[in-house]
Each structure stands twice: as structure tokens, then as C-alpha cells.
């Protein structure tokens, strides 16, 4: 079994900072990509940034120079560092990651359970 728990929104002001983390644990072998994704009310959800385990990088373009993600192998943990953030960044961030939980078995995506992020004055 595998859980994913996720922590670090809130609220904050417009052109302030939060840093999201998202920690994996239980039966672990190896994990491939992570990612961050969101979704805010009455919209679908959207890719916001991820990692390969190889530390390739790759954002939305509405993110991009301001956020930053990274990952801890060790930990099993993905962050993403949000700076100057906006009104339109407010949502719910999800993060995921792609897990295998055993030796020569295939990865599976798990999800985070969200964690919300206000942004305003």
C-alpha cells in the first residue's frame, strides 16, 4: 500500500510565497516521475509542473519563472516552491507520483489528497 500526504497551502497575499510538500510512503521500490497539478472551482485540472527521476523539469507556461519543483529521492518527496503568486494561481494542488511498489512490476500513478491555496488581499 501506498499513501501520498500532501502539506504546505494556506492562504497568502498576492506577490507572496508558499512551498508545497508531498511525501510518499509504504511499500516503495522506486518512483518514476512527479508532478504537481491543480485545479480551481468550475475548472478542469491542470498540469503545473513535473520531475523525472532524472531531474528534468517541465512547467505551465502560466507558472513558469515563478515556481520551482524538486524532489528528495531519499524522502520519496516532491515540493514545489510557489513565488509571486497571483489571484489566478488560487486552487486546489494535487500532487502525484509515479510509483513502483515492487521489483519488475509495473508503475502506478498515486494522488495526494489536495491541499488548498488561497491568494488574496
Known amino acids: 500500500q501506498v499513501q501520498l500526504v500532501e502539506s504546505g497551502g494556506g492562504l497568502v497575499q498576492p506577490g507572496g510565497s508558499l512551498r508545497l510538500s508531498c511525501a510518499a510512503s509504504?511499500?516503495?521500490?522506486?518512483?518514476?516521475?512527479m508532478g504537481w497539478y491543480r485545479q480551481a472551482p468550475g475548472k478542469q485540472r491542470e498540469l503545473v509542473a513535473t520531475?523525472?527521476?532524472?531531474?528534468?523539469?517541465n512547467y505551465a507556461d502560466s507558472v513558469k519563472g515563478r515556481f520551482t519543483i524538486s524532489r528528495d529521492n531519499a524522502k520519496h518527496t516532491v515540493y514545489l516552491q510557489m513565488n509571486n503568486l497571483k489571484p489566478e494561481d488560487a486552487a486546489v494542488y494535487y500532487c502525484?507520483?509515479?510509483?513502483?511498489?515492487?521489483?519488475?512490476?509495473?508503475?502506478?500513478?498515486?494522488w495526494g489528497q489536495g491541499t488548498q491555496v488561497t491568494v488574496s488581499s
Open positions: 502525484k507520483q509515479q510509483i513502483t511498489m515492487r521489483r519488475g512490476r509495473p508503475a502506478y500513478n498515486y
Open positions: 509504504g511499500s516503495i521500490f522506486s518512483i518514476n516521475d
Open positions: 520531475i523525472t527521476d532524472g531531474g528534468s523539469t
